[in-house]
């Protein structure tokens, strides 16, 4: 159980939590407990970690004010610095590790606290993970009350509020919640609220971790928050009625409820003219459908279903696979692992030293593996047209969930041919149905159908037409003129 003093405490619980505090930073070498007198007969001790505080802000803020008063209570000398009242000793030992000071008033017989946090991190840069031609350039960064500043410019409205929580016992962990109030369905808000309430963890790193407490299936392959680093995609969010989770030292914000469509989306999508943005939004799905089942198809047709390949193409089939020790499964799989590990490598490396590794991994590899034995000519094109297009799908978390649904269809075509694929799409399908995102069904506005939505599903239509916003989400105010009166 918490003690908490307030402002009862007396002389003696001064005391003894000074020794209590001292003793907490003990063996910190950048711990700093320090008296100061404040006029002939009171004194101060400032209790803080130097790392973890601006030490300029710290003169000008405390030292010098304590140094020119004579006796005054803390409140009545620190009147440029917002002091607030510690009332329990756990209160004290977290403000301390978060940068602020802590400072004993013996006149009032006050625990108080001032934040002179020294704020770390870069600058705002453009995002690396979702590159556009148009649009803003600038991204989120690790301190959260910058991203916080960012979606307040975005959207300069009293009703975009903030609820802040604390997860992680050891990694104390800062984690916002943000929606329109009066606009975002107060279901969404309360069921967040509560999940990310009940996360029972000590250390959270990334904003993936915590999305892997709350979301609501945590044996599926897809991802049902949308993660990105790109603030005009969470003020659109939440213009639309979702909610926006940002986590302190994370550069990626969560966005949910999301559909399966969202993950195909990309934030040009909105900057562009509406033929161009529907086109382009087509490819994405096209590329998709043909990453997911080209090699796979490859496979069912050399294993299986020959008859079906006309003459000429089945000539230069047979002449690619004669020398081949391997059947098309291990000659398939084969390629696709050996294509993942280029890929992860290629993350991992330098930037300059990943394209060496691109050029030696496609072209080298591929080359030597064709005149090995290991590969034919014909996969090896496949393979790479299958790369490319998965490239095309704007959100990483879903590339890597398409590797792993990939060769799920390819055993299911080595053992079962066509069937096998056919059978694979729709069991993928009937998962898809039964996922769902902070509650709301993962194939909206499809399955539940709601016609309207339709507008900016497969395609972007005009913006002009877009007068309301997505049924699935539940919003308060459904229509967007209504919101600008």
């Not at 005054?72 to 329990?88: A, D, G, Q, W």
């Not at 499809?446 to 877009?466: A, C, E, Q, T, V």
Request: proline share 6%; charged share 20%.
């Amino acid at each position: 159980m918490v003690e908490q003093y307030g402002p009862q405490m007396n002389n003696h619980h001064m005391s003894k939590w000074l020794d209590e505090l001292k003793e907490k930073l003990n063996h910190m070498d950048d711990a700093e407990v320090v008296e100061h007198r404040m006029g002939p007969s009171a004194s101060v001790h400032l209790l803080y970690i130097k790392t973890l505080i601006n030490q300029e802000r710290l003169n000008e803020a405390i030292i010098q004010p304590l140094q020119q008063s004579a006796g005054n209570s803390l409140s009545s000398c620190l009147t440029n610095s917002k002091l607030s009242e510690v009332i329990s000793i756990e209160d004290a030992e977290q403000k301390i590790m978060q940068g602020f000071i802590l400072l004993n008033d013996s006149v009032n017989n006050q625990w108080l606290s001032v934040q002179l946090e020294n704020p770390l991190g870069r600058a705002v840069e453009p995002s690396e993970t979702e590159t556009v031609i148009y649009g803003a350039k600038d991204s989120f960064s690790e301190q959260i009350d910058k991203n916080i500043t960012m979606l307040r410019r975005r959207l300069p409205i009293t009703t975009l509020k903030t609820e802040s929580f604390t997860i992680g016992s050891l990694s104390k962990t800062k984690v916002v919640l943000m929606y329109i109030d009066g606009l975002t369905n107060p279901e969404f808000v309360s069921l967040a609220r509560d999940k990310i309430n009940s996360v029972n963890f000590d250390q959270f790193l990334d904003s993936s971790q915590l999305a892997a407490f709350i979301e609501d299936h945590n044996h599926t392959v897809f991802p049902q928050f949308l993660q990105t680093d790109r603030p005009d995609a969470c003020a659109y969010a939440l213009g639309e009625g979702k909610l926006t989770i940002l986590v302190s030292n994370s550069p990626f914000a969560l966005v949910c409820p999301i559909t399966l469509f969202h993950l195909f989306q990309s934030p040009e999508d909105y900057f562009l003219r509406w033929p161009i943005a529907s086109f382009l939004r087509l490819i994405r799905y096209g590329s998709f459908i043909v990453s997911l089942t080209m090699i796979p198809f490859y496979v069912a047709l050399t294993t299986f279903h020959y008859q079906m390949v006309p003459l000429p193409i089945l000539f230069v089939l047979l002449e690619s696979r004669s020398k081949l020790p391997f059947t098309p499964f291990v000659e398939g799989l084969f390629m696709i692992v050996t294509l993942e590990i280029i890929k992860e490598a290629s993350l991992r490396m330098p930037t300059k030293t990943s394209q060496t590794l691109g050029v030696i991994g496609g072209i080298v590899i591929g080359q030597a593996a064709v005149e090995a034995g290991f590969a034919s000519k014909v996969l090896i094109v496949l393979m790479g047209i299958s790369a490319i297009a998965f490239f095309l799908v704007p959100n990483y978390q879903m590339t890597k969930s398409m590797v792993l649904l990939q060769v799920v269809l390819l055993i299911l075509a080595s053992f079962l041919g066509l069937p096998g694929i056919v059978i694979g799409l729709i069991g993928i399908l009937a998962h898809l149905h039964g996922l769902t995102s902070l509650g709301q069904p993962f194939l909206a506005p499809i399955s539940p159908f709601h016609g309207k939505d339709w507008i900016d599903l497969f395609i972007r239509g005009p913006l002009i037409w877009m007068k309301t916003r997505p049924k699935y989400l539940k919003p308060l105010r459904k229509s967007r003129k209504e919101m600008k009166k």
